[in-house]
């Protein structure tokens, strides 16, 4: 059901820039959606972070700049399409909760009047656009905790000594608990195998190729360098990760001498 969270934020971001558009002639964005499955004291806390462009592209490729999406409608159109696509799904392969589930929606729509919540603060102008593509990307690649919050572990006790902020105090809490607890914590956390934790939608769709040579215009107008020859893996590496995959921990770099390809029904030898 974690499939809905992606899909409820991509329709309440189309929703949203269809406000903004003619009936007859829809421009759709591009968006990037990250689902994070936890909160800062590693509890089940699913939620997804999306960057979006400031406009979007329609059929004939014309883009339109949109600067500004409407808060109210973002809230009470996810709470909306949130709740819908789980009813659906519920109905469908369990029907027998279908009837406890509608008196959670009616709950849920009577506790959160405006919708649920959304955080989609104004950006200051100082900060501009690059502020927000490091905090997307800062959140993209983030894993559940880092190492560098955990301060103590006692081996004889079996306790792990962490600390995080609480998001809406901004105290500072600290926790002990038994190593089973902790790693319970922590294993919730990992995806089923093959779940994409981060999606492209719209103009960013890897299916969008229509789009792709009117999006690489646009880029090189704005001064971003656009490279045409395809990268390797290791300058792929390095650009992205800052490391070099062939550098070895001695300093050393790893030269490349040979490779054997056996023919069919031969054996494979592993040699050290």
């Not at 909306?80 to 849920?108: C, S, V, W």
């Not at 100082?126 to 006692?154: F, H, L, N």
């Not at 040579?213 to 990760?241: F, Q, S």
């Amino acid at each position: 059901m974690l499939n809905f969270l992606f899909d409820s934020a991509w329709k309440t971001i189309m929703y949203s820039f269809k406000k903004n558009c003619r009936k007859d002639d829809t421009f759709t964005p591009g968006v990037m959606i990250t689902l994070h499955t936890f909160g800062r004291s590693l509890i089940w806390n699913p939620h997804v972070h999306c960057l979006v462009t400031e406009g979007g592209m329609n059929k004939k490729h014309i883009y339109k700049h949109i600067s500004y999406i409407n808060y109210e409608v973002l809230r009470k159109s996810f709470m909306r399409t949130l709740i819908k696509e789980m009813r659906e799904y519920i109905a469908a392969a369990h029907p027998e909760k279908l009837k406890g589930f509608k008196m959670l929606a009616n709950q849920m729509y009577s506790e959160h009047e405006n919708g649920f919540y959304v955080n989609a603060p104004k950006m200051e102008e100082k900060r501009g656009k690059d502020a927000v593509v490091s905090y997307i990307v800062r959140y993209t690649g983030r894993p559940v905790m880092a190492s560098s919050r955990i301060t103590e572990y006692d081996w004889k006790n079996g306790t792990v000594t962490y600390w995080y902020e609480d998001h809406k105090t901004k105290e500072h809490i600290t926790v002990k608990e038994s190593v089973f607890a902790f790693m319970k914590k922590l294993i919730q956390h990992i995806p089923e195998a093959q779940f994409k934790m981060i999606r492209y939608y719209g103009i960013y769709a890897t299916c969008a190729h229509h789009h792709k040579k009117k999006v690489k215009t646009l880029i090189l107008e704005h001064g971003h360098h656009w490279a045409d020859a395809p990268k390797h893996y290791r300058r792929d590496l390095i650009d992205t990760y800052g490391v070099d995959p062939l550098k070895c921990e001695c300093g050393s770099y790893m030269v490349y001498i040979d490779n054997y390809i056996p023919s069919k029904g031969a054996q494979f030898y592993e040699t050290g």
